[in-house]
């Protein structure tokens, strides 16, 4: 049922592969991300509802099965980046539940002249496909999971790893990050206490 979604979700998103005149006073990635969300809205059937939320958040409901999607636009003239994924308490709290899914659309795109935008390739993948070597957490809010600044090339998926292996992982760098925040707030602390 997994691969069902992300095949269909996959199938209607790579439609927009190809060339758009675009208004060159409106954001791209708001233009891009909205692409996106009409594509999903076709997913709509019988037993599939699509709820748009947030800027890149679409929620796709197929029976007892939760997919929250996420859409990340990139430039593939700039560096390659798409730094904040998700909060990650958002993400144990989602996919603890196997019933739930994170996935991530990300779209390359390139900036012609006059107006022009390229959609160059759209990949669509779980969260747990994404490749340890490259993520980290960030200090925002309660821990934010990022992607390092790496290559294009770099940026690969890990088809070889468990949700179970995935999760595990990710408690044992959220307990690195947390113990390493304390190690700093108590060096913050006795600075002032000292000082």
């Known amino acids: 049922m997994v691969n069902d979604i992300l095949n269909s979700i996959n199938k209607e998103l790579n439609k927009l592969i190809g060339l758009y005149e675009i208004d060159n006073s409106i954001d791209y990635s708001t233009i891009l991300i909205k692409l996106c969300k009409d594509e999903l809205l076709k997913l709509i059937d019988e037993e599939t509802s699509v709820i748009l939320n947030n800027v890149g958040d679409v929620d796709i409901k197929r029976g007892d099965l939760c997919y929250n999607v996420d859409i990340k636009i990139q ?18 709290d989602t996919i603890l539940n196997f019933n739930n899914h994170i996935i991530y659309v990300f779209v390359e795109y390139e900036i012609g002249i006059l107006g022009k935008i390229r959609i160059d390739k759209i ?8 490749d340890w070597s490259y993520l980290y957490i960030q200090n925002i809010g309660r821990g934010q999971l990022q992607i390092k600044n790496i290559t294009r090339e770099e940026f690969k998926f890990n088809n070889e790893i468990t949700r179970t292996e995935w999760l595990r992982e990710l408690k044992t760098k959220s307990i690195e990050y947390y113990n390493n925040l304390i190690l700093k707030i108590t060096e913050y602390k006795s600075d002032w206490e000292d000082g």
């Open 123 to 130: 990949t669509v993948r779980n969260i747990e496909d994404l």
């Open 75 to 92: 430039d593939i003239n700039k560096t390659y980046s798409f730094p904040n994924l998700t909060s990650i308490k958002k993400v144990k």
